[in-house]
């Protein structure tokens, strides 16, 4: 089910493609994804993001970097204009892994690999920010969404759940490196066959721990994938790097429910991958 724009937000659409002229006035508009910091949408063969105008500048140089860096594609900026925060890419094709797609796992560890290879050559000169919120921040993070997932969970999730919450976080790293910060099945697009088509969603880039990007995938597609890109990261998944990796794919895991039972109908890919990982993201370590 689709999200519709305001008629704000219809007005900002029509003013930027009267400038522009890239796509039709009859194509349909959808709104992907509206949150304080942004809104995305969907309309012809564009994706529009509006949003902070020094973030959207700072997420255009890093997808023209990127471009030009070659790889797995990624959204082409087509239209900058930061007066308006606004925005224009051209729109990838493939699915988001999150609705359910086919997915083939070599593929996306090739994806990670190549894509985080190029994100650390170019994200220092594009001058990315640091992220740098503390694990003990995270912790209470997730603590506050259990709060609003409990209800959603059976018997046996909600005490796995518990004893995660129950540890002491694990230390806050020192040094960052250049992440996607949000690289999650719903920001990685697949063909038919399942083969990786691109990664969207660069509006959270920065230097971040490197746990971070990995905890995702570890979430989204499993320890088998997970250790292969960091093999191909050059990244040692010690006792402590993999502790802490799955911390953030636990914590993520909680945020992505919390968020998802907010608008269940229309974050029903949400709930659905929830379910698909928690086994996996979950259970007992070494």
């Known amino acids: 089910m689709s999200i519709e724009p305001d008629e704000q937000e219809r007005d900002l659409l029509r003013r930027v493609n009267s400038r522009h002229r890239l796509w039709s006035r009859s194509d349909a508009v959808d709104v992907l ?5 942004s809104t995305t949408f969907a309309v012809g063969g564009c994706i529009v993001r509006h949003g902070d105008g020094e973030a959207v500048s700072r997420e ?3 997808l023209a970097a990127l471009t030009s860096a070659g790889g797995v594609p990624v959204p082409t900026p087509l239209v900058h204009e930061a007066t308006l925060g606004v925005l224009v890419t051209r729109r990838l094709r493939g699915t988001p892994v999150i609705r359910g797609s086919r997915c083939d796992p070599a593929s996306v560890q090739r994806a ?3 894509v985080l290879t190029a994100l650390r050559r170019v994200g220092p000169p594009v001058g990315l920010l640091a992220d740098l919120y503390p694990n003990e921040a995270w912790h209470r993070d997730a603590v506050e969404g259990f709060r609003a997932v409990r209800g959603h969970l059976s018997g046996q999730r909600i005490r796995l759940v518990e004893d995660f919450l129950d540890e002491p ?12 910060n949000d690289l999650g099945a719903e920001h990685i697009l697949v063909d038919e ?7 969207v969603d660069w509006a959270d880039a920065a230097r971040a721990d490197r746990a971070r990007d990995l905890g995702s995938i570890f979430r989204d597609f499993g320890e088998n994938v997970m250790r292969g890109a960091a093999s191909g990261l050059s990244i040692a998944v010690t006792e402590a790097e993999f502790g802490r990796i799955v911390f953030h794919a636990r ?4 945020e ?3 968020f998802a039972v907010q608008d269940p109908v229309h974050r029903a890919a949400y709930l659905a991958n929830a379910d698909r ?5 979950f259970a007992t370590t070494r």
Not at 193 to 199: E, K, P, Q
Not at 251 to 254: Q, R
Not at 277 to 281: A, C, D, G
Request: hydrophobic share 35%; glycine share 8%.
């Open 33 to 37: 994804a509206r949150s304080v910091e």
């Open 112 to 114: 990670v690999v190549d």
């Open 256 to 258: 992505d429910m919390a």
């Open 277 to 281: 990982t928690f086994e996996h993201t």
């Open 193 to 199: 066959a399942g083969r990786v088509t691109g990664i």
């Open 169 to 180: 976080p694990p230390p806050t790293r020192g040094e960052s490196e250049p992440q996607h």
């Open 60 to 62: 255009a140089a890093l």
């Open 251 to 254: 914590c993520k895991w909680i």
